[in-house]
């Protein structure tokens, strides 16, 4: 056995994204101590880009030391107590995995289906709340990285708010490559992925919870299921008010990596990386287009980040086709998930992926293995 | 605000110890995809050198993607049912917060108590035993982080499996440090830490679970509470037979760094690394002698991987003088925890850090700062 060298790749599937050589340099400085006066500047300036990224004043952002599936546990196991009714809305992979949270949680989910690849219906969400007036959380996924659609985040929080019910979003591929306004939209609880448009390696989860979110996390009447995830516990090591009390160890070198993919952003300007994952969308579209490939999603519910593509018809194997991208071109494009498989491809453009060079190898490699 | 550069210190507290530069220049290779058969390939040589640390044929060997608290919460969040009377020996910090894994998880703890410093008592563990038939686990931390001590961990197995009990031991301090035989001595379900001996960064928790924990959790009549941690789902991720499905997206780069960590533990040996550990040891407490420091723990019943000092009594501020460690000599020292902070020092020989160099460096710096 001998060390690992891995392949050089050109990452355009959902997440990871291709990672900026000054992030992967930040990554590989030394570690330090997780309690370091050092360790704990890094950490709050760490809180502070965060803010800028999700547009919020929320004291209460910060990473989690662990994928955004955690991101997403962190947030229902808090915020959902026993028999708490929870309207999840249903799309596509990730809204399953809502569900699943709230069940586990001891929480009743009422289900708000809609087709994968079609938004989330406000008309279903309003009448779930209609009918269930006692509803306490309304959760749904901003930007469903298993189909690519966009879901009208500003229109559900406020519907949502107005019948006195709190949020849970999953801006796991939203987050720097689309808009998202957490104080603007009124969110209430948010996760999301360090992989995916901020180009960081994966396994961290940022998310950020407003006070209203935190009220109900104080009055719970029993403790938060998991110990690691219990925000009673992590706030006390993520504030820097009064001195930090151990919870567990950060993991360091991630944090490093983070912290120097938010710089990037915020050297970029939020507003700015938007625009360039929308052109460079547009791009990747007018070649597909000229191509005969279609998109699963209408086109004003299409994420730029994530271009989710209808396999043709005389594909017979298209596992074959992804392998030959991989093989042939190191180019990783995403199978579909779940309801999709097999039926369409999941061509990302997150982060540092966003480039006119990405684009045209794709459509490249994608004209050389389809003939 | 501008990229992090972090000093260059000397980790000899509790973890995360030095990490060599192999490590985190393997860190900093470039990210390719969770799903990449070359990374899956990663993963099937991490789980065959994880065996070998741990001396197991166990298959469920791998890591989990979270820090080692994450671990530990997988091991009772998996094992732990409604109402299962739990043995926790608490004699530090981190048997204080198995007890509080096995509440959140619906059990029942029987709290066995020793002094911290002392290693567990096995006659107070088979009263209990005996006392309460119907017990189903007993759980106990191999190497307390937070008194460098370490218990029978032999016997103590041994004595649960004689009353047909499972075990969940600790061995976050342990694996890599010193003598630890999961298969030899009947460990059931265990985790560790990645910034420990292994000298990797913080982040990720290796596990280990045998046939007999294995067929405690496919038999539970309730899911795992945590999606996250459900080792039924993980299982379909880290299996390699009959292809992976799809759970989290695991942190790439960490297990870069890992698979090197291990590789240089594999490349040492085992058996001289638990030796390293112990000869560093006996370096550190000879210069520590020939100042007067004494030790917390009796000689016998100490990890030589964490040396945990007495505060001499004519130290009026032990916060100053670890400052002045950090300042002068970028030297990181562990505060003591829980009841015994103020009281001690931890002083880590933990993997790379366990160096003839560090320790004189260790002994000057100390020499400096009493002055």
Not at 48 to 71: D, H, M
Not at 194 to 211: A, E, M, R, T
Not at 262 to 267: H, V
Not at 287 to 309: D, H, S
């Amino acid at each position: 056995m001998k060390s690992f060298i891995p392949p050089k790749r050109t990452l355009m599937g959902p997440g990871p994204s291709d990672v900026s050589p000054r992030v992967l340099e930040a990554m590989a400085r030394p570690t330090i101590g997780h309690l370091d006066p050092a360790f704990q500047k890094l950490m709050e300036e760490i809180k502070i880009l965060l803010r800028y990224a999700f547009k919020t004043e929320n004291k209460l952002t910060f990473p989690v030391s662990a994928p955004g599936s955690a991101g997403m546990e962190t947030c229902f196991a808090n915020l959902v107590e026993k028999g708490d009714k929870v309207i999840v809305c249903v799309n596509g992979v990730f809204g399953t995995r809502m569900v699943e949270n709230v069940i586990r949680c001891g929480g009743e989910a009422i289900v708000v289906n809609d087709e994968w690849g079609k938004p989330v219906s406000i008309e279903k969400v309003e009448t779930e709340l209609k009918a269930n007036p006692d509803v306490k959380i309304v959760a749904f996924v901003a930007a469903e990285t298993s189909t690519g659609v966009a879901s009208d985040t500003r229109t559900l929080c406020k519907l949502a708010r107005a019948h006195d019910c709190l949020t849970i979003v999953d801006a796991v591929t939203s987050l720097g490559g689309s808009e998202l306004d957490v104080d603007g939209w009124g969110i209430d609880a948010i996760y999301s992925g360090s992989q995916k448009c901020l180009s960081c390696p994966p396994g961290i989860s940022p998310v950020s919870f407003n006070d209203r979110a935190i009220e109900k996390i104080k009055k719970r009447e029993k403790p938060v299921q998991s110990w690691f995830m219990d925000l009673n516990l992590v706030m006390g090591y993520w504030d820097g008010e009064g001195g930090r009390s151990y919870h567990h160890t950060a993991p360091v070198n991630a944090m490093y990596a983070l912290h120097e993919s938010l710089l990037i952003l915020y050297e970029e300007g939020l507003e700015n990386a938007w625009k360039r994952h929308s052109e460079m969308s547009q791009k990747l579209r007018e070649g597909f287009n000229a191509m005969g490939i279609r998109y699963l999603v209408e086109e004003k519910y299409a994420l730029p980040q994530l271009n989710t593509i209808l396999i043709p018809d005389h594909i017979t194997d298209e596992a074959a086709i992804r392998a030959k991208l991989l093989n042939d071109h190191n180019l990783e494009i995403g199978a579909g998930l779940g309801a999709l498989a097999g039926k369409v491809w999941r061509v990302g453009l997150m982060g540092h992926s966003a480039r006119i060079e990405n684009v045209e190898k794709c459509l490249a490699a994608f004209k050389a293995v389809m003939n």
